[in-house]
């Protein structure tokens, strides 16, 4: 009888120490993973811009803009954005100037512990944090310089569209059929979770006195620079109302949906 427990317990002790030292291997043999930083990503926008460019932006307080006044835009690469910009006159359907800014979605490698890795898998490990860094640093380059040229285009022409309204104004704003453009433009954006924005810098006053139908798509539609406490031609669909475009720009920013 003492037999049969003595053989039983030097069973059970050698199953037990299999399992430690099988544990205990697999955990040496396991293949270690390098670690990445992560960048938290901001809400999607997609922005409309209009220029108003007809006469009677004189004397109501409105400005012609200057292509540095998206600069916000230009320096935040923590969420899609699509930028769309054009001027209002008396002919309003021209092609808008579009710019599409995808964020930055590259992880960046993290410097293991060494310390805390068998020795004989440091070398491995080491080779595998230099090859992902190297694919960071290049791919930074790369998307920073695409960045660079599509945001270079973008301001060009965006001053050259505007350049002739700093000295000659259309004669009346066609300001209704821009808005069904942007509505339209709404309908289409890389991030279907985008927020969508309608900036109008413009005194809101159609020529022709007509008054723009809801949008069909859920936007904030923002008037700078408004004659003060008057009604415009737009009141029915104006959410915002900001002094300057640098505050509309701020707002869109920060206003999480």
Request: charged letters at 25%; a neutral charge.
């Amino acid at each position: 009888m003492k037999t049969i427990i003595w053989v039983s317990a030097v069973i059970v002790l050698g199953l037990l120490f299999y399992k430690y030292a099988y544990a205990k291997q697999s955990k040496i043999t396991a293949p270690i993973e390098l670690q990445y930083e992560t960048l938290k990503l901001e809400e999607p926008i997609n922005m409309v811009y209009f220029q108003d460019g007809s006469g009677s932006i004189h004397w109501n307080g409105v400005e012609v803009i200057h292509s540095r006044v998206f600069t916000p835009y230009f320096n935040d690469y923590r969420r899609d954005i699509q930028l769309s910009f054009g001027v209002i006159t008396d002919s309003t359907a021209k092609k808008l100037i579009p710019l599409e800014l995808k964020a930055y979605r590259l992880h960046k490698p993290i410097i293991p512990d060494l310390d805390a890795v068998p020795y004989q898998e440091r070398n491995e490990l080491k080779r595998k944090f230099t090859a992902a860094q190297q694919k960071f640093l290049a791919d930074s380059i790369s998307y920073f310089s695409d960045r660079a040229g599509a945001i270079d285009s973008f301001r060009k022409q965006v001053d050259s569209l505007v350049a002739p309204y700093r000295t000659t104004l259309s004669n009346s704003t066609d300001l209704i059929p821009a808005i069904t453009i942007a509505d339209r433009v709404f309908n289409f954006c890389f991030a279907s979770s985008a927020s969508n924005y309608l900036i109008l810098n413009s005194d809101g006053e159609d020529s022709r006195k007509r008054h723009p139908q809801p949008l069909k798509n859920k936007a904030e539609v923002i008037l700078v620079n408004a004659k003060g406490n008057d009604t415009t031609s737009i009141e029915n669909i104006i959410t915002k109302s900001f002094q300057s475009t640098e505050q509309a720009i701020e707002f869109t920013l920060n206003n999480q949906n």
